[in-house]
């Protein structure tokens, strides 16, 4: 396999001295190189089929995310990784060694096996665009498959780039294993260069996390990290500072449509199925998911199942902050109040929350922002934080007591036929990842 880095000639060794943790300095980088490797890689990994199962009995949900695991930790055997272990439930964890005499401290990378569990993860055949030049890229002529800077406005920045689609009907897969591409080749240039000097580097690669069972069998305290970084992100610069804490809710009416109808003025008659549509009606219209954005938050309702004289509202509450949580939870409460006095008949009504995900940002130390962010700016790459409008794996791993933040993986159009791969970022993430693992070398808490 071809070496993105190359050792410099013995004239360059006092510089490198001087240097201290600088990756580059010790080393030549080649761009070409890395982006022909990480091609090669997520050419490779997208041929495993690992859509997760959306109602999952075990895990991991399908047997196709334990065949990549097992096919990545064989993999990581033959790079030199060491401690490698593939769990019964999917789980891949191995050890980078440190190289340097100091202890840093120890920092996972982190990346996901399985892919969105809604479309096909199946024969997926990718395509190579190779220095993009604007206009539309055709994905699939029959049926009418294609990117444009309309549905794919990141394609504005994406001018000479090399862009990775599958063929039609299915994912490209690159969700998820772009960031064990992009692991997985710093791990073999790191393990074949030790003149990097860096702290103990753990990987881990989580199977279920599109359908919520990612924690089930993993402890991240396993893995005996200070720091985390879930490489999962999109564009150039992206670090995922904050995130929607999320609450569910489930609202029940109980009413009587079995009594006659055409006495039910007089009679015991409560229809739940009308007080279902009173109360997705009460919900604050200017509070749904499409009418806001930014950092302001929502609430959904996710589905209305009646059965006989039942009738289940199941939805979403999504905040920024705690205050906000506590309002939109009220408005929610206020709506459901009044359906239950403007029913008096009904039999019985009950609502529920559940807390899902936590705000990830204060969970997330300086320290662990700040080495990444001057790791980006090593490289001429401008840190771009970003509120994301969803639940992150990253969210469940702070609230485990691992502080993980969202790196960008050069991933686009998520979750549809139109995914594709930007290997160009891909490259500009690579090189951030070696640079914040030198970087942790260097680092010096403030007092």
């Known amino acids: 396999m071809k070496k993105l880095l190359a050792v410099c000639c013995c004239a360059c060794l006092p510089l490198c001295a001087a240097a201290g943790p600088n990756w580059k300095a010790v080393m030549q980088y080649d761009k070409q190189t890395a982006k022909e490797d990480l091609t090669q890689r997520l050419e490779r990994y997208v041929g495993y089929n690992t859509q997760a199962d959306a109602h999952p009995q075990n895990v991991p949900s399908t ?40 202890a840093p401290p120890v920092i996972a990378l982190l990346a996901h096996l ?9 024969d997926v055949k990718p395509q190579l665009h190779a220095k993009y030049n604007g206009g539309d890229i055709l994905i ?33 897969g690159a969700d998820g294993k772009a960031g064990i591409a992009l692991i997985m080749t710093l791990a073999d240039y790191l393990l074949g260069n030790r ?102 938050g929502y609430i959904w309702v996710q589905s209305i199942l009646q059965q006989e004289d039942t009738s289940t509202i199941l939805g979403q509450i999504a905040a920024f902050t705690p205050q906000e949580m506590q309002e939109l939870t009220q408005a929610v409460t206020q709506a459901f109040n009044t359906v239950k006095a403007m029913n008096p008949k009904l039999v019985q009504a009950d609502l529920s929350f559940t807390d899902e995900y936590t705000n990830a940002k204060d969970s997330l130390p300086a320290p662990l922002l700040t080495v990444l962010q001057q790791a980006m700016r090593d490289e001429d790459i401008k840190p771009h934080p970003v509120s994301a409008r969803r639940g992150t794996n990253n969210a469940l791993l702070c609230a485990k007591g691992l502080p993980t933040v969202e790196v960008f993986s050069g991933v686009f159009n998520k979750h549809t036929a139109l995914e594709y791969a930007d290997i160009d970022v891909m490259e500009a993430a690579l090189r951030t990842l070696i640079s914040t693992a030198a970087g942790w070398t260097d680092y010096t808490p403030q007092p």
Do not use: W
Not at 76 to 91: D, R, Y
């Open 114 to 122: 399985d892919t969105y569990p809604g479309l096909s993860g199946a």
């Open 63 to 102: 047997k196709g995310q334990l065949s990549f695991a097992k096919a990545l930790g064989k993999e990581l055997k033959q790079i030199g990784a060491e401690n490698v272990s593939v769990s019964k439930s999917g789980v891949v964890t191995a050890t980078i060694p440190a190289t340097t005499g100091h």
């Open 195 to 296: 003149s990097i000097a860096h702290g103990t580097i753990q990987i881990a690669f989580l199977p279920d996390t599109e359908n919520g069972k990612v924690l089930q069998d993993f402890d991240p305290a396993s893995l005996g990290a200070t720091y985390a970084y879930m490489v999962d992100g999109a564009n150039v610069g992206e670090i995922v500072t904050e995130n929607f804490a999320s609450r569910t809710f489930t609202a029940v009416f109980e009413g009587n449509r079995s009594a006659d109808p055409g006495q039910a003025m007089n009679a015991a008659f409560a229809d739940n199925v009308l007080m279902a549509s009173d109360f997705h009606t009460l919900l604050p219209r200017h509070l749904r998911p499409e009418t806001t954005s930014g950092t302001r």
């Open 140 to 172: 699939n002529k029959e049926q009418d498959l294609r990117l444009t800077e309309y549905n794919s406005p990141q394609l504005l920045q994406a001018r000479s780039h090399n862009l990775l689609t599958a063929s039609g009907g299915t994912l490209l």
